[in-house]
Nanobody, 118 residues
């Protein structure tokens, strides 16, 4: 079983940057596609970005394209989300997830809060 633990959240002013990390336990981390999601108060959880198992392909929600970058270090069993040019509407709890048993995201971390002030 894989366990995911996010870190790196916090409070930042608009225009600032944060880097989130997601540490994965368990073997064969490098075999699975992973992604980031977020959920703002009163809203449904939404896809932010994802990266393939090899790290060679990524995709992003339109709302974060050009500002956020997903990457991974398979040697460290860690997924990253670099967030630049942050906006107040990026405020949310951010979750990492892994496609472990199927082609759907089926294991999630506990989340980390990101707050962007104007």
């Amino acid at each position: 079983q894989v366990q995911l633990v996010e870190s790196g959240g916090g409070m930042v002013q608009a225009g600032g940057s944060l880097r989130l990390s997601c540490a994965a336990s368990g073997r064969a981390f490098s075999s699975y596609d992973m992604g980031w999601f977020r959920q703002a108060p009163g809203k449904e959880r939404e896809f932010v970005g994802g990266v393939t198992w090899s790290g060679t392909s990524t995709d992003y929600a339109d709302s974060v394209k050009g500002r956020f970058t997903c990457s991974r270090d398979n040697a460290k069993n860690t997924l990253y989300l670099q967030m630049n040019s942050l906006k107040p509407e990026d405020t949310a709890v951010y979750y990492c997830a892994i496609k472990y048993r199927s082609n759907e995201y089926d294991i999630w971390g506990q989340g980390t809060q990101v707050t962007v002030s104007s």
